[in-house]
């Protein structure tokens, strides 16, 4: 049969694998919080121009151009920020996550997201 992959040291309950995406949403979770990206989504958005009611801003795909309600686009580091999976990964996410300019960003649309996300993980 096959192994168990065993736990990791400094937290027997998990594996290393599991503590590392741990520490990747922490942090995914500090970047949708961080000025630089909140104040980024409202220089990049525009009036909706549709009939919903409730519907205040627009955003555009950067790959297809089409216009998107907030709920449909995505905000993506045209430089992925890469993998995690141990601590000489660390310093080099965090920089690729948090230290952005205004030109490392793009809105994808959730379509053109998931595409890209392959393609960069090939």
Request: glycine share 4%.
């Amino acid at each position: 049969m096959g192994r168990k992959t065993p736990p990791f040291r400094y937290y027997p309950q998990w594996t290393e694998a599991r503590f590392w995406s741990f520490i990747r949403s922490a942090l995914r979770q500090a970047w949708n919080k961080s000025p630089i990206k909140r104040d980024w989504e409202k220089k990049h958005r525009r009036k909706y121009t549709g009939s919903d009611k409730r519907t205040k801003w627009e955003y555009q795909c950067n790959n297809c151009k089409k216009w998107f309600k907030r709920k449909d686009v995505q905000v993506d580091h045209k430089i992925p920020a890469g993998a995690l999976r141990s601590l000489d990964d660390l310093k080099g996410f965090v920089k690729r996550l948090f230290f952005v300019e205004e030109n490392d960003l793009q809105w994808l649309c959730k379509q053109c997201h998931t595409q890209k996300t392959k393609k960069d993980k090939r």
